[in-house]
């Protein structure tokens, strides 16, 4: 078994069980609110500004036998790069506030994501950072694939509500397509215990960020 195949299998008890919340079944449906979809927007920023910095912190304590990691981690920068201005923009298509959001604080969910990926980079295993990988970029494929369209049929929203989520189903498929070959030459034991760990403390606090979102009537959920 290679060790993408291995990750999945470690990490399917924590993925089965966000993909089940009732919020994210209402979201694969369309049933969200406006409210709803703006406070998963805002959260989403909290930790999408944080992707560049984070993959700066990695690349920069990766060891010198993990080079050809470096220059995959240099790649994600660019592709990454600006991305959370794309979620302010849809935040105001959706008649938010793009000064509230960017000088607002995260739910606590996200707080502790974010702390625990730099605490992990800078104190334990910098490849760990590749758990978050796993975990956010394989589920917005499945939100953004799944989701964006029925979501902005119910809400009636232009595309331009949806730049965020809408860009990340072919690109994060391309980016799952990398990650996949990247985790298979992953052949250090600490290494490869590492993402597992963070593969499942990202599962359970991005649980924990949606089951945060607000309730709006009966369909109230949000999206990833």
């Known amino acids: 078994m290679s060790f993408f195949e291995t990750l999945q299998e470690a990490t399917h008890h924590e993925r089965h069980e966000l993909f ?24 989403a920023y909290y930790h999408v500004r944080h992707t560049v910095p984070l993959m700066m912190a990695c690349g920069a304590r990766l060891p010198s036998h993990l080079e ?7 790649d994600y920068i ?21 000064n509230a959001v ?3 604080r995260p739910s606590l969910p996200i707080e502790l994501m974010v702390s625990f990926l730099y605490d992990l980079i800078a104190r334990d295993n ?33 595309p331009t509500a949806f730049s965020y989520l809408s860009s990340h189903g072919s690109l ?20 490869q215990a ?3 760990h963070a593969s ?6 991005y649980a924990d960020m949606f089951r945060g979102l607000p309730h709006d009537g009966e369909h109230h959920h949000a999206p990833v």
């Not at 050809?68 to 981690?73: D, E, G, P």
């Not at 978050?132 to 499945?142: D, K, Q």
Request: some cysteine; aromatic content about 8%; hydrophobic content about 40%.
């Open 200 to 205: 499942k403390v990202v599962y359970r606090l």
């Open 20 to 43: 089940n919340l009732p919020i994210i079944r209402d979201a694969l449906e369309g049933k969200v609110s406006l409210h709803s979809y703006r406070a998963f927007l805002a959260q």
């Open 68 to 74: 050809w990691l470096r220059k995959a981690v240099c």
């Open 126 to 158: 910098p490849v760990g950072l590749f758990g978050m990988v796993n975990v956010l970029e394989g589920t917005s494929i499945a939100l953004a694939t799944h989701a964006a369209g029925s979501i902005a049929k119910h809400l009636d929203l232009p």
């Open 194 to 196: 590492a993402v597992i």
């Open 78 to 98: 660019e592709d990454e790069y600006g991305h959370e201005q794309w979620i302010l923009d849809d935040i105001v298509v959706c008649g938010g506030d793009r």
């Open 172 to 191: 994060d498929i391309e980016h799952m397509q990398t990650y996949r070959r990247l985790m298979d030459r992953l052949e250090d034991p600490d290494d």
């Open 102 to 104: 960017r000088y607002g």
